[in-house]
């Protein structure tokens, strides 16, 4: 089994900054790429950041910019360092892994709330 914890989400008011983590652990295998969906009620995941080994990280218009994501593949770990937050950033943020057998693994997600 693939553990995804996430860590970092809360309140922030608007113009301010949070940094999720998600740390990997157990039968992984091989990161093929890690990223960060988010969802708000009523509506589908959407994909915020992803970066794949070796690749460049890919963005949704809205967080390109604002949102830098980082793999530190030697600790299993992906970070989103999000800037000048707006309130509609607020959302549930998933962590997701997809490894080299090309197997999608999620986190519990972690609240993000930007007050205006």
């Known amino acids: ?6 860590s970092g989400g809360g309140l922030v008011q608007a113009g301010g900054s949070l940094r999720l983590s998600c740390a990997a652990s157990g039968s992984i295998f091989e ?12 509506t589908q995941r959407e994909l915020v950041a992803r970066v794949s080994i ?3 990280p ?27 937050l707006k309130p509609e950033d607020t959302a549930v943020y998933y ?10 693994y999620w986190g519990q997600g972690t609240q993000v709330t930007v007050s205006s």
């Not at 089994?1 to 996430?6: A, D, G, I, S, T």
């Not at 890919?58 to 000048?84: C, E, H, P, W």
């Open 1 to 6: 089994q693939v553990q995804l914890v996430e």
């Open 31 to 42: 990161i093929n790429a890690m990223g960060w969906y988010r969802q708000t009620p009523g």
């Open 54 to 56: 070796g690749g460049n």
């Open 58 to 84: 890919n963005y949704a218009d809205s967080a390109k910019g604002r949102f830098t994501i980082t793999l530190d593949n030697a600790k299993n770990t992906v970070y989103l360092q999000m800037n000048s």
């Open 95 to 104: 962590c997701y892994l997809l490894n080299q057998k090309m197997l999608n």
